[in-house]
């Protein structure tokens, strides 16, 4: 599993989250403590707004805590709403294309967690990605394909109700092909201007996600960035949280079905 942040507020240099925290983002790829996997060194990510209204992205290969362009680039960049993280593959190959976060024109997302068995509906879930938003296709992890599958359902139009539809599909498909294991969907994306995170597992175990405000602005991680720091909250699963700059995040419950409602879908 991977781990990963996410800030909206006032802007602030990269370091301050990803680089100079106890528990930075940094240390956690070399180890993490509430993730399957302590060593997330797959690759790791930048993405942050600034001028524009497309982000800039930064990915690379190498394991976040050997790599000094990164450091660099924190103390130099930045910026009111940026992403970072830090990868653990869970099969797919280890490639710039492959590290998160992902992009099309002004959304950004990325994840922690996995399809299980995910060579037996990847077909299936490429197959709902529009045609449009299939050219921005360039890696092959399911979590890029759950992002770009999201415009299929709405997500310009209402992000949160996109991604409850589009869990409940993946559910389907997995239910249709016999897959007894888990669907785990710990994710967070931003259009530029707000930021949607979500925790939800089909099981029990979903992925750990919280959040925490301070005069800056908001973090959302996997982890806490400061062990000792007592603001912060978990987000309960099934569960995600609306986040607009300065503005307090508002929490919402994710719209799934059951699985006698999949049955009958």
């Known amino acids: 599993m991977c781990r990963w942040l996410a800030y909206a507020g006032k802007e602030i ?10 528990n930075s983002l940094i240390k956690q790829s070399l180890n993490a403590s509430e993730s399957k996997t302590a060593i997330n060194g797959d690759g790791f990510g930048l993405g942050w707004y600034g001028g524009k209204r497309t982000p800039g992205i930064y990915r690379e290969i190498l394991p976040a805590w050997a790599d000094q362009n990164l450091l660099s680039l924190c103390q130099q960049i930045s ?9 653990a593959s869970t099969g797919t190959y280890t490639s710039r294309a492959n590290c998160h976060p ?37 890696g092959t ?22 991604v409850s539809k589009l869990c409940n599909k993946v559910n389907q498909l997995m239910q249709k092909k016999g897959i007894k294991a888990a669907f785990r969907f710990t994710a967070t994306l931003s259009d530029g201007k707000h930021i949607y995170a979500f ?27 400061d062990v000792a720091d007592q603001d912060w909250k978990m987000v309960e699963p099934g569960h995600g949280l609306k986040i607009c700059a300065m503005q307090q995040p508002e929490e919402f419950k994710m719209a799934i079905k059951d699985c006698q409602e999949m049955a009958n879908a």
């Not at 240099?13 to 106890?22: A, T």
């Not at 925790?199 to 960035?225: F, K, M, Q, W």
Request: glycine share 6%.
């Open 13 to 22: 240099y990269l370091e301050k989250l990803i680089e100079n925290p106890i």
């Open 79 to 87: 910026s009111g709403l940026f992403f970072a993280h830090v990868r």
């Open 102 to 138: 992902f992009s099309f024109e002004n959304w950004m997302f990325m994840h922690n967690g996995q399809i299980a068995e995910y060579d037996k509906v990847r077909r299936d879930l490429e197959n709902l990605i529009p045609d449009k938003y299939y050219v921005g296709r360039e």
């Open 141 to 162: 992890t399911d979590s890029e394909a759950l992002f770009l599958a999201l415009f299929a359902f709405g997500l310009d139009k209402d992000p949160i109700a996109a």
């Open 199 to 225: 925790r939800y597992s089909s099981d029990c175990r979903a992925p750990s996600l919280y959040y925490r405000c301070n005069g800056s602005g908001v973090v959302i991680a996997s982890e806490p960035l």
